[in-house]
């Protein structure tokens, strides 16, 4: 198999969510496997994550599976810059032997605090085009939501 990029048309997406919770609890959720694990999976998925060495040029491996068993794909990258509460910048690749899924994506994920807790956005850039950009737009839509409900604090009544 050759590390030769592959002429292939790629596509981009950027998703944007406030979540009420500190900075610092969000940032730790992306680097922690079994956090990792609760929160990016997309509806009908699980998510087991082998390590999330939470460190520049440390790695990360994860499996999504669907919950009847019959999809399961994995996928792993490694930390680029890591800029503590302020930004991830992280490679990705399938694990796949299908040429039109090959390739290194960049997600870049931002943390700003805003009025009422952290606005994270997530830009995904080298997405291969079999994967419509809607899909992974929804699916990180779903991971930001499943964040939120993981590291939100209850609002007192």
């Known amino acids: 198999m050759s ?4 002429e ?6 950027e998703v944007s969510r406030v979540i009420k919770a500190p900075t610092e609890r969000i940032y730790s959720a992306f ?3 079994d956090a990792l694990a609760k929160f990016s999976p997309p509806a009908g998925y699980t998510a087991t994550y082998d390590h999330a060495d939470g460190e520049v040029g440390g790695t990360y491996r994860g499996t999504f599976t669907s919950l009847d068993k019959s999809d399961e794909h994995s996928f792993g990258g490694e930390y680029v810059e890591l800029v503590p509460n302020e930004r991830i910048v992280q ?3 399938f694990e796949t032997d299908a040429p039109e899924m090959q390739g290194e994506m960049t997600v870049t994920i931002t943390f700003e605090e805003v009025e009422g807790g952290t606005e994270v956005t997530v830009r995904q850039e080298g997405i291969p085009k079999l994967i419509p950009e809607e899909d ?3 699916g990180w839509g779903m991971s930001l939501e499943n964040l939120a409900r993981l590291v939100e604090y ?4």
């Open 31 to 33: 680097l922690d496997a």
């Open 136 to 138: 992974a737009a929804t």
């Open 8 to 13: 292939m048309e790629t596509g981009s997406i």
């Open 91 to 93: 490679s990705d690749k």
């Open 3 to 6: 590390d030769q990029p592959t």
């Open 154 to 157: 209850p609002v007192a009544e």
